[in-house]
């Protein structure tokens, strides 16, 4: 996609996966076809997911793609990115052995292992915590183990302070039970706030269908949940990713 950029890209992924913020961290292994593993991709928490990732660059325009999540919750995750005419953007494996970005139309890659997913030398890209990727798409918007620190009413809103087990600080703001919002401070100290919208209800579970990030103020994601499939069984193709030998790592 000639104009879009591979770090704007890339900042679309680790945006997108980064509104999970539950889940927890677990164990996960490469899947190689053995019955065991046969039986774990039909698991009732495994799910596909199917929405809309707008992405709005600097000067102000929108660019949509569609987007394909399949998820077996802490054990490995893919996801496809197309553009218009169904053509493949980006694609993201995660599994125990590592995890890898590939950028078709720009003949490049990204590579790392562990479960923070992003580059490390580049501190306007949010590092992700990849087990908290299908959260989002449970309703599940607030991380899975964190104290309350504090809370405050803002115009019929309750603000609440908070602290994750990693020390990590945060805030979020619920109105009627829901939660509106959740605002964290990025690595480069500028704020990163997601807002939660269009309340709905997908196979059976409470979620927003409309999800907008927000940087320092400004708009530059919007994801529009279509689907989501609970309890889906994948091929083994889902889980390999080549990289051809000719595209180059980004920074290279």
């Given at each position: 996609?000639?104009?879009l ?29 053995s ?8 698991r009732?928490d ?9 992405i709005?660059q600097?000067?102000g ?13 802490g054990?490995?995750y893919?996801?496809?990115l197309?553009g ?17 970005m ?8 990204v590579?790392g ?19 908290q ?12 183990r964190?104290?309350k ?13 908070a ?26 100290g ?18 927003p269908r ?5 940087r ?31 595209f ?5």
């Amino acid at each position: 996609m000639k104009g879009l950029g591979t770090y704007t890209i890339f900042f679309a992924f680790a945006a997108l996966l980064l509104a999970g913020c539950a889940g927890s961290r677990g164990a996960a292994g490469a899947c190689e076809g053995s019955a065991a593993c046969a039986q774990e991709q039909a698991r009732p928490d495994s799910l596909r997911a199917k929405f809309q990732l707008n992405i709005t660059q600097e000067d102000g325009k929108v660019q949509e793609f569609d987007a394909v999540l399949f998820s077996v919750p802490g054990k490995r995750y893919r996801l496809e990115l197309t553009g218009p005419l169904g053509i493949g953007v980006a694609s993201m494996l995660w599994t125990e052995t590592g995890w890898q970005m590939v950028f078709p139309t720009e003949k490049l890659y990204v590579k790392g292992n562990g479960y923070m997913v992003g580059l490390l030398n580049d501190n306007t890209l949010p590092l992700v915590h990849i087990h908290q990727v299908a959260a989002l798409f449970e309703g599940k918007l607030l991380p899975e183990r964190f104290e309350k620190t504090g809370s405050k009413d803002s115009s019929g809103v309750t603000v609440v302070s908070a602290k994750e087990s990693t020390g990590r600080l945060f805030s979020y703001g619920e109105k009627d039970g829901r939660v509106q919002w959740l605002l964290r401070t990025g690595r480069d100290g500028k704020p990163e706030k997601t807002v939660f919208l269009d309340e709905g209800t997908l196979e059976g579970r409470a979620m927003p269908r409309n999800i907008r990030f927000e940087r320092d103020g400004k708009v530059f994601l919007e994801i529009f949940i279509k689907k989501v499939t609970h309890g889906k069984s994948f091929s083994l193709g889902t889980w390999r990713l080549n990289i051809p030998k000719s595209f180059k790592a980004v920074g290279e």
